[in-house]
């Protein structure tokens, strides 16, 4: 054999394939004749890849360097003093290490350090098949990149560079402190730890969690996440504590069935109840998707009752080959629960199944061209409360619609044509019966209604300036089971309405508190004319008094639904003014004012209502403000000018100046029978900003620094009753490793009744969280909360570069 030494202070060496060596060993100077100079280009290069593919790793160049390199080409290499050998995305670092080029066998000792993507191992000894990474690392301590967790073994072995099983092992992502005393806070430490990065997971067999070096929680075997992939398993138990469910405690299995579906079992024993099995299945597919969500309770020892409760959604679209036909969607939406209490005894559940109103409805639908259709099957279930009864509303069992809308018309004409016939039946139950006996909506019978309408606009519009004159005619006709009209069973309505609608549209260029702004003036008229037609006779299946704002003000029609269609002469002014960036077009501010005027008394009311007779309706004064990217401020304002005062008003700002800091307040009042005024307060703030420690600026999901405290809440007050109505108050500190937090939740069930727990939840920083499930409920209770660790985006390999 024949070897060459170099005694140089440092050599450098590339074992690379023979092409790439021949080419490079040829003469600059010949080349440079050959061949034209030419601009330099960059060049992409699987290198660079966060994961290089197989089939490229083998073909990457291997580079070797230290203070001293031995060797045969292709053969074997030996580098001796500060030994580096790179390939693709591994670099392995060592006192000694040899290269057998023929088995690709890197061996390393003394100060072995290797970085593959990324996660870096050190140790005495290492022995690794470079490109397939299979070998074994003595005595290591390893830094994984995705998690930022540490721990030292026994051993590693790499199976390849997805699969390795670490043995007698530790593992944290406490960062670790100076001094030969330091502990993490939380450590887990196993007989063995498996990690597979297909599945992104970790298995621990003969596994302890010690929290302040104390044993928490012993398991002979869990797995944990490596990222915040899905992976099957038993999740963490959760542990509250109800004022009227007692002690509860969840112990959840997930089922990551496939990419596109999953199941979670999550049983609850609940102290004062009994044993609550709950589940939910979600899938999702190219065409459809849906979630089913379920429980059911046993015996409850409190109601002395089998209690149960399920909620179920699902989407479809559907079309034939080649769309001639169109295409069609099918939509379904089903809540059922077994009693009228349910909605106030697990007010935690699905959201959808702690209202009162449940609703079972599938939609079929259908559209071509400019013609949609749709079938619809409506049913409710009301959950009464006998100090608070509401009057259920209408099946609709079934509804038929069409609908043909043609906005490219002769002349600019644009056409609306809608046809819809609808069963509506009701079945009142007692409490009902009890509360609604005497009323109008209480004694009317179920029915038939078939409408039709018309409509036809001719729309003119320029940049400055839009006109739209639209004309509409309402037709219906009824069929009721019972009679109730002066026509017997039957009663038809034909109305027309004429609307005209204009506005113009003033722009200018200003400049307000130092800062350019285009500035709009837009005035708008509306004036809508529909004739009198008596409508006491009809019965009201669907119809309710539209709420009056910005939008509803502009229309033509004070009532939503078709039973009631009001008559009127109205004419509606009102202005609004925007405040826009001049280069982004981004709105700063907005500021509206309308009013209606009205040249005659309404008589058309709702069962029961009186005519409206004023002239001028409250003015509506709008407000909507973001001139700094951390304030934002909303409000609207009904006035009456008669009494000179405003009769409803709703007033919203949040300060958020960064992430982590977010206060949002709400005001509401309304002086409409029987009145309410209402005010709102939520945060997330950090609670050490109060002593000058201001934390850092890590971005969003990742927090602001080990050791801070942040309060978090929302709180409704009702200022008529003066009492709280719901509270959500809680405490977090971040720890670094770990996350703790403690939430007070208060929640209105019902006029007298409230429900109240207290939840506790240790977060282990890349492991697991023990304890409540409070995260769900600061998420969904308070505006823009942000998670303390939220991978945002995964980290890169480059971050951790040698």
């Given at each position: 054999m024949h070897y060459t030494r170099f005694q140089a202070s440092r050599a450098r060496f590339a074992l690379t394939p023979v092409a790439f060596v021949a080419a490079a060993l040829l003469p600059l100077a010949t080349r440079a004749q050959e061949q034209p100079e030419a601009a330099p280009q960059l060049k992409p290069s699987p290198v660079l890849r966060e994961n290089i593919p197989a089939d490229v790793r083998p073909q990457l160049p291997t580079f070797v360097e230290g203070d001293a390199i031995r060797g045969q080409t292709d053969v074997q290499t030996e580098v001796q003093g500060n030994a580096v050998l790179r390939k693709g995305d591994t670099i392995i670092r060592a006192d000694k290490l040899e290269y057998n080029t023929p088995k690709d066998l890197a061996t390393a000792t003394g100060n072995v350090h290797i970085n593959k993507a990324g996660t870096i191992y050190e140790g005495p000894f290492l022995e690794l098949e470079v490109d397939a990474f299979h070998g074994f690392f003595n005595e290591p301590r390893y830094h994984f990149l995705r998690n930022d967790a540490y721990g030292e073994a026994e051993r590693v072995d790499f199976e390849d560079d997805k699969h390795s099983i670490i043995h007698r092992a530790t593992y944290t992502t406490c960062q670790r402190r100076p001094g030969p005393d330091w502990m993490p806070d939380w450590i887990l430490k196993a007989d063995k730890i498996t990690l597979d990065d297909d599945t992104d997971t970790g298995v621990a067999t003969g596994a302890v969690l010690s929290f302040f070096r104390v044993p928490i929680l012993g398991l002979p075997a869990m797995s944990f996440p490596l990222t915040d992939q899905r992976k099957s398993g038993v999740l963490p138990p959760t542990i509250g504590l109800d004022n009227k469910s007692g002690v509860e405690v969840t112990v959840p299995y997930y089922w990551n069935i496939a990419p596109n579906r999953d199941a979670t079992i999550y049983p609850t024993l609940m102290s004062k109840r009994g044993v609550d099995l709950g589940g939910e299945f979600r899938y999702l597919e190219p065409s459809y998707n849906g979630i089913f969500r379920g429980d059911i309770l046993p015996n409850d020892k409190l109601r002395d009752m089998d209690r149960w409760g399920y909620t179920y959604q699902h989407t479809q679209s559907f079309a034939p080959a080649g769309g001639a036909l169109g295409g069609g969607a099918l939509a379904l939406n089903l809540n059922r629960v077994s009693d009228d209490n349910y909605w106030r005894d697990f007010s935690r559940n699905s959201s959808v199944l702690t209202q009162r109103l449940l609703a079972?409805?599938?939609?079929?639908?259908?559209?071509?061209?400019?013609?949609?259709?749709?079938?619809?099957?409506?049913?409710?279930?009301?959950?009464?409360?006998?100090?608070?009864?509401?009057?259920?509303?209408?099946?609709?069992?079934?509804?038929?619609?069409?609908?043909?809308?043609?906005?490219?018309?002769?002349?600019?004409?644009?056409?609306?044509?809608?046809?819809?016939?609808?069963?509506?039946?009701?079945?009142?139950?007692?409490?009902?019966?009890?509360?609604?006996?005497?009323?109008?909506?209480?004694?009317?019978?179920?029915?038939?209604?078939?409408?039709?309408?018309?409509?036809?606009?001719?729309?003119?519009?320029?940049?400055?300036?839009?006109?739209?004159?639209?004309?509409?005619?309402?037709?219906?006709?009824?069929?009721?089971?019972?009679?109730?009209?002066?026509?017997?069973?039957?009663?038809?309505?034909?109305?027309?309405?004429?609307?005209?609608?204009?506005?113009?549209?003033?722009?200018?260029n200003t400049s307000y508190f130092g800062r350019a702004f285009l500035q709009t003036l837009e005035p708008r008229a509306f004036y809508t004319y529909t004739p009198f037609r008596d409508?006491?006779?009809?019965?009201?299946?669907?119809?309710?008094?539209?709420?009056?704002?910005?939008?509803?003000?502009?229309?033509?029609?004070?009532?939503?639904?078709?039973?009631?269609?009001?008559?009127?002469?109205?004419?509606?002014?009102?202005?609004?003014?925007?405040?826009?960036?001049?280069?982004?077009?981004?709105?700063?501010?907005?500021?509206?004012?309308?009013?209606?005027?009205?040249?005659?008394?309404?008589?058309?009311?709702?069962?029961?209502?009186?005519?409206?007779?004023?002239?001028?309706?409250?003015?509506?004064?709008?407000?909507?403000?973001?001139?700094?990217?951390?304030?934002?401020?909303?409000?609207?304002?009904?006035?009456?000018?008669?009494?000179?005062?405003?009769?409803?008003?709703?007033?919203?700002?949040?300060?958020?100046?960064?992430?982590?800091?977010?206060?949002?307040?709400?005001?509401?009042?309304?002086?409409?029978?029987?009145?309410?005024?209402?005010?709102?307060?939520?945060?997330?703030?950090?609670?050490?900003?109060?002593?000058?420690?201001?934390?850092?600026?890590?971005?969003?999901?990742?927090?602001?620094g080990e050791g801070r405290w942040y309060s978090v809440g929302r709180m409704n007050y009702d200022m008529q009753a003066k009492k709280l109505v719901d509270a959500v108050v809680g405490l977090e500190y971040d720890a670094g490793c770990w996350i703790g937090r403690v939430v007070v939740e208060r929640l209105q069930a019902g006029t007298t009744q409230a429900n109240k727990r207290v939840l506790f939840q240790i977060e282990f920083v890349g492991l697991s969280r023990l304890g409540s499930n409070a995260l769900q409920s600061l998420k969904e209770n308070i505006p823009r909360y942000q998670f303390l660790r939220e991978q945002v985006l995964p980290p890169s390999r480059f971050s951790n570069y040698d």
């Open positions: 079972a409805d599938g939609t079929l639908s259908w559209g071509i061209g400019d013609l949609s259709v749709f079938a619809r099957e409506q049913k409710w279930q009301t959950l009464q409360d006998a100090t608070a009864p509401i009057l259920p509303p209408y099946d609709r069992s079934p509804q038929v619609q069409a609908r043909y809308v043609k906005n490219s018309l002769p002349a600019g004409f644009e056409s609306t044509i809608e046809a819809d016939t609808t069963r509506f039946t009701r079945t009142l139950d007692p409490i009902a019966q009890t509360a609604f006996a005497a009323t109008p909506e209480s004694l009317q019978p179920n029915g038939q209604r078939t409408y039709g309408l018309l409509q036809l606009s001719r729309p003119w519009q320029a940049p400055g300036w839009f006109f739209v004159p639209k004309a509409q005619v309402h037709a219906a006709h009824y069929d009721l089971d019972a009679t109730s009209t002066a026509n017997g069973r039957t009663e038809d309505r034909v109305i027309p309405t004429f609307s005209l609608d204009g506005g113009l549209v003033f722009e200018r409508q006491t006779n009809l019965p009201n299946y669907d119809s309710a008094l539209n709420d009056f704002n910005f939008a509803t003000i502009w229309t033509e029609n004070a009532f939503g639904g078709n039973d009631r269609i009001s008559d009127g002469n109205l004419l509606t002014l009102g202005a609004t003014s925007r405040l826009l960036d001049p280069d982004t077009g981004a709105e700063a501010a907005k500021f509206g004012i309308a009013q209606r005027v009205r040249f005659k008394d309404q008589l058309v009311t709702l069962p029961g209502g009186t005519p409206v007779s004023e002239r001028l309706s409250d003015l509506l004064f709008g407000v909507s403000a973001n001139l700094v990217p951390s304030w934002s401020v909303d409000s609207t304002v009904e006035y009456n000018p008669k009494t000179n005062r405003s009769i409803r008003s709703t007033i919203g700002a949040r300060y958020s100046p960064k992430n982590y800091h977010v206060i949002t307040a709400a005001y509401r009042l309304n002086r409409i029978a029987p009145g309410s005024e209402q005010m709102d307060v939520g945060w997330q703030w950090p609670l050490n900003d109060l002593w000058g420690d201001k934390g850092q600026e890590l971005g969003p999901g990742r927090g602001e």
